[in-house]
């Protein structure tokens, strides 16, 4: 059984930054695309970012581009998403999720993902 925990969210100002963690229990941490994903207050989860196994690819929602970056540190088993120029609309809990594709072709679809985090929530004020 694969357990993902997220860490770092909290309560920031419009035009802030956060970093968001996923640590991951398991050997086999690199054998897999990472994807996240938010949902907002009467929304659906929506996808976010992700990225490749080594971290030399990856994959962002239109409306985080230019503003989230994704990245990994295999040896430490953890997926990071930092946050710049939050905006209200960024408001929503974040869930970490492992993918069962080996690449980044189906991301966006979270049938295609098989374990996923208890979400950590981020609230941007304005």
């Known amino acids: 059984q694969v357990q993902l925990v997220e860490s770092g969210g909290g309560l920031v100002q419009a035009g802030g930054s956060l970093r968001l963690s996923c640590t991951a229990s398991g050997r086999t941490f690199s054998s897999y695309v990472m994807g996240w994903f938010r949902q907002a207050p009467g929304k659906e989860r929506e996808f976010v970012a992700a990225?490749?196994?080594?971290?030399?690819?990856?994959y962002y929602a239109d409306s985080v581009k230019g503003r989230f970056t994704i990245s990994r540190d295999n040896a430490k088993n953890t997926v990071y998403l930092q946050m710049n120029s939050l905006k209200p609309e960024d408001t929503a809990v974040y869930y970490c999720?492992?993918?069962?594709?080996?690449?980044?072709?189906?991301?966006?679809?979270?049938?295609?993902?098989?374990?996923w985090g208890q979400g950590t929530q981020v609230t941007v004020s304005s």
């Open positions: 999720a492992r993918s069962k594709a080996a690449s980044l072709g189906t991301v966006r679809t979270q049938d295609n993902y098989d374990y």
């Open positions: 990225i490749s196994r080594f971290g030399g690819n990856t």
